[in-house]
Structures are given as C-alpha cells and as structure tokens.
C-alpha cells in the first residue's frame, strides 16, 4: 500500500488550484479525494476522456481581484518540479485513472521559469515517456515567441486567457495584467501555428463575464473575430462566481444562463454560419429570456416561412428548432420522398412545434407564429 506523501499533498493543493482556472459553470469535476482534481473534457475527435486539471506553480506575483491564488491570498503555495509532475500524470495514466493532462500555473516567483518548466513538464512526458495523449498547455503572459513555438510543437491545446473583450474591462478585474500583451501572444500562436498547417494544435481563450463590466457585445464581436482570423478553436465563458476572502467576494455572481446564452450564440457562429452583425442584442447584451436564434428569425420575417421541400441547408440551419443534423436529415429523406407533414417532420426529430411557424409545406403554413409577452418590447425595437 503506498504511504500518503508530500506529493500527494502537492498534487491535492495544486490541483485544488487548479479549481479556480476554472473553464465554464458547466464543467464539474470529481468530489471525492483525489478525483477533485479529475475533470470530464471532450477531445477534438469528439471522446470523452478523464484529463488531470494542475498547476505547475500556485505561487503568483499578481493580484487579479477574483482569483483565490492571488499574491495576497493566504494561500499554502507550492509548487512542481516538472520531473515531478511528469512521473505522477504518467502514474495516474496507466492506472487509467486520467487519460490526459491540462497544466496550467499562477506565475511562480518568475513566470518565464514556471513557464519554462511547464513545457519542459511536457518534453518529458512526450519525449521521455512516449506519451501521445492529450495535452493542454496554458501560456503564461509575456511569453516569448521561442516558448509559444516549443508549447505548440508539444501541446495538443494551448490557450491564453484573454479574460475580458478589451483592455479597460480587465484593468477592472486584473489590474497587473496587461491586455495588449495578451493580445500579443494570441497574434504569436497565429503565426507560428499557420507555418505549420499539418500541426494538430488547438488553440483557446477564456472569458470572465460579468464583474469587469462588459457588454455581451463586445464579447461575441471579439470572439467573431478571433474565430475569423485568428483560427481559435475554442472560445470559452466563465460566469463570474465570487470567491470568499478575494476583494470582488462581495460582488454578485453572473447568472449562469448569461454564460449559456453566450454559448448559444457561439454555436451560431461556429456552426451555423452567424457573423456577429447578425446577433440579435438589447442595449449591447443578449436577451435572457429567449434563445438568440429565435430572436434573430422573428426579426427577420422578409426571409420567412421557408419550402422545407426546396430550401438549402445554408437556410434550413437558419429555422428555429432546426440544427445542421436535422438539415441533413431533411435534405436526405428529401432525396427519397418528399415531406409531406408535421408527423414526417417529427419522424426526422425535428424540434417542430419551434420550427413549424417558419415552414411552407408545398405552399402551405403549418403553424402560425405567436409570441410570448416577454418577446413584445423586442420586436419593437
Ligand atoms: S495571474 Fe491572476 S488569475 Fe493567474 S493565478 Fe495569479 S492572480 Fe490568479
């Protein structure tokens, strides 16, 4: 039986750490012992797999004003030596127990040392131990351009925080951090990833919503922007939740369905071909009440009801209650028989009862559109 040790006790701090790097309300780790640090992530391949959430290095030299690691906080710290830290992931690894690794870090007394102990961490794992999993590296602010090169000839994610849409809304949250640097090394991971197309990189940002105070807006334009021309993979939104003994403890949390609104309009733009113009705002945020797609579709009347017969999968995405998996459905049965009624509809899943009143069925409406009392004011925008 192995003894309780020092690195047990590490591993438990760091990975309790860990905690507050946290990726969206919706993502939960382990409760019990060790598992606190194991959490459930979807690969890019679409598996779902067990990854060991760490840090390098819970020592930081920053005092973000929602973080529980901050330099202030009175925190036990400590940190990994990254033979350490390769050799207990690689333990846990052929128990099975994790099958992949994220490794973030608080700065440590010298954030290009941790960070260069970080990627060293993962030469290890790759080179020495032959690991092939995967790998998620979070960069550390002013890295050089010689590090992000190495993270992602190694990793098979990397990210950097951005946290906030604009350089003033951090300065509200993270006063030390400096949001053109962290703009910089968005522009580093572009270019060093796009000399290489063959490479398998991944890369990823986060959002904090709501204590720096900015719009909805400006968040879903930059994340456009980033998905557009920056080749993001990922861009993630954490609802703030306060943390006790931090100095925004006392500010009240985001409402977790301001996150999950945020994440409908990212689909949008990912999977169904929205440009952020086309998202549908109140004074610059989304409506809480009503799924953005809806809105976007009973604000745009000249281009409904649709032939569901006839229509394009580009359009058929575009009707409430139908995604790009029933489009193809659509479009399939299409080929063998046309549609000939709401049952066929609903043979094929299609959400009909929200899809229905933006649909001709040779030339005839199915459902009438009615709105709820809450979707009024904004329609009359
Ligand atoms: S840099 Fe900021 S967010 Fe990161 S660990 Fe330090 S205080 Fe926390």
Same mark, same amino acid.
């Given at each position: 039986m192995r003894n309780f040790t020092i690195m047990d006790n590490k591993i438990l701090l760091l990975g309790e750490s860990a905690r507050?790097?946290? #990726? +969206?309300?919706f993502s939960k780790r382990g409760e019990k012992g060790m598992g606190k640090w194991v959490y459930p992530a979807l690969l890019p391949d679409g598996k779902r797999v067990n990854i060991m959430k760490v840090l390098m290095d819970n020592r930081c030299e920053n005092n973000c004003l929602y973080c529980m690691n901050r330099k202030d906080s009175p925190l036990p710290r400590t940190y990994f030596r990254p033979e350490e830290l390769s050799r207990i992931f690689l333990e846990l690894y052929r128990k099975r127990i994790v099958q992949g690794i994220f490794l973030s870090s608080a700065t440590g007394p010298d954030p290009l040392i941790t960070l260069k102990n970080m990627i060293k961490t993962c030469q290890i794992l790759r080179e020495k131990y032959r690991f092939t999993g995967y790998l998620h590296l979070k960069i550390l602010p002013f890295a050089p351009f010689s590090y992000i090169e190495e993270a992602i000839s190694l990793a098979d994610r990397v990210s950097i925080n951005?946290? +906030? =849409?604009n350089g003033h809304c951090l300065s509200a949250i993270?006063?030390? &951090?400096n949001w053109s640097n962290l703009w910089g090394i968005i522009k580093a991971m572009k270019e060093i990833s796009g000399r290489k197309p063959s490479s398998r990189v991944g890369i990823t940002t986060q959002f904090i919503v709501g204590p720096g105070g900015e719009k909805d807006k400006d968040l879903v334009y930059l994340a456009y922007n980033l998905y557009r021309h920056y080749k993001l993979k990922r861009v993630y939104y954490s609802a703030f939740t306060p943390l006790p +003994?931090? =100095?925004?403890? &006392?500010y009240p949390s985001t409402s977790p369905l301001r996150e999950y609104r945020l994440y409908q309009v990212d689909a949008l733009i990912r999977y169904y071909g929205f440009s952020s113009e086309e998202i549908p705002f109140e004074e610059g945020n989304l409506n809480l009440s009503t799924d953005p797609k809806l809105l976007w579709a009973l604000r745009h =009347?000249?281009?409904? =009801? #649709?032939e569901v017969n006839k229509a394009s999968f580009a359009t058929l995405i575009r009707i409430p209650g139908i995604g790009p998996a029933g489009a193809q459905k659509i479009i399939k049965r299409r080929i063998k028989e046309k549609i000939r009624n709401e049952e066929d509809l609903k043979g094929l899943r299609i959400q009909s009862k929200r899809a229905l009143p933006f649909l001709l069925l040779d030339g005839r409406v199915l459902r009438k559109k009615t709105y709820s009392k809450n979707l009024l004011p904004f329609l009359r925008d």
């Open positions: 507050f790097d946290r #990726v +969206s309300s951005l946290e +906030s =849409p993270a006063p030390d &951090k +003994s931090t =100095p925004l403890g &006392k =009347p000249e281009l409904f =009801p #649709v």
